[in-house]
């Protein structure tokens, strides 16, 4: 089969397209034939192996994983001998951040605890923009943020792929969302669902008097005190994002996230950062939603399997309009 492999951390010119052996479907795995695949920050963190302490896990010299690419949607074309609640010819979208990657190709073996049936109502590029942004915002927004019908909630990084995603979960929820994005997303977030936006590039969203019972920051360039000063009294930040190592540090130190990242309760332990836990139940919940209309998938670009470099490329600007998909032919 076709994959786009990676043997050094580098630019996006360092994934070059190869013929490799098709994997196989262990037995709680199924062999899915890739349709749609979106990328994420993940694949442009692991593919230039930073922040540098990352490559303790992603490998310390070279990448572990030849293969990048986490989100796929697609069809079932072979199930492993344990398999009972998928079939050949299903039709699926699934996560492959916690098994290795593996997406970037033409057929994955997946793991059935990380894969749902597709929402009926997406096309396969809309359904592989799903997973890794929407369970981030879901998980910042719910489990995280423990988000309340009639709260005021601030999402900072609107437009971007996790941004679009929270501000659509937010207000399925009965939030009162603000949204802060640049001029020339104010409206698309606006169309979205946001009941206010705030331009980054001429306002200051802390420090304007408004508080907020929940804040979930996509970009990660807020301060611990920044977030502090947004926050409503008993109000609770998640943050997904980082612009830096350090600032990824201080948000884990001195926030209060507790051991692997999880949410620890305890003194000042009101923000907190967020490590997206991808699951079949998850993505079911999330198909609910999709199907009652409440969300629907945000596409800035398309791009042809060939042309994945290009659309890692434009992801790794950090100015996406919702998500980058791939169609794979
Ligand atoms: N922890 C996890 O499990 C997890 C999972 C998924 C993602 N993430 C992280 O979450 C972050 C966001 O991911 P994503 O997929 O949403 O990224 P993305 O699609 O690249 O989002 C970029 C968006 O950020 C906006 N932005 C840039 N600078 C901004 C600023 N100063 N203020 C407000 N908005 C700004 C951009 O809007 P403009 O063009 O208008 O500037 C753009 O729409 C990344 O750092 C990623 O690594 C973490």
Redesign the pocket.
Known sequence: MKAFIYEKYGPPETLRMAEVEKPAANADEVLVKVLAISV???DW?SMRGKPLFSRATLGLLRPKHQILGVDIAGQVEAVGSGVTRFKPGDEVYANLLEHGYGGFAEYASVPVDVMSLKPANLSFEEAAAVP??AV?ALQGLRQHGEIQPGQQVLI??A?????TFAVQIAKSYGAEVTG???T??LDLVRSLGADHVVD?TTTDVVGGGRRYDLVLD????RSVPDLRRALAEGGKAAV???TSGVMLLRVSLRGGAGPGGRWSWGRRKDIAM???HITTKELELLSQLIQAGKVRPQIDRRYPFAEIPAAVAY?EQ????GKVVVGVA
Do not use: D, K, P
Not at 159 to 163: H, L, P, Q
């Open positions: 994420n920050a993940a963190h890794m942004a981030t900072n990084g437009s971007g792929g996790v941004g802060v994005t640049s020339q997303n980054y996509t970009v990660g360039n997904t994002g980082f967020v490590s997206a992801l950090g100015h996406a309009r």
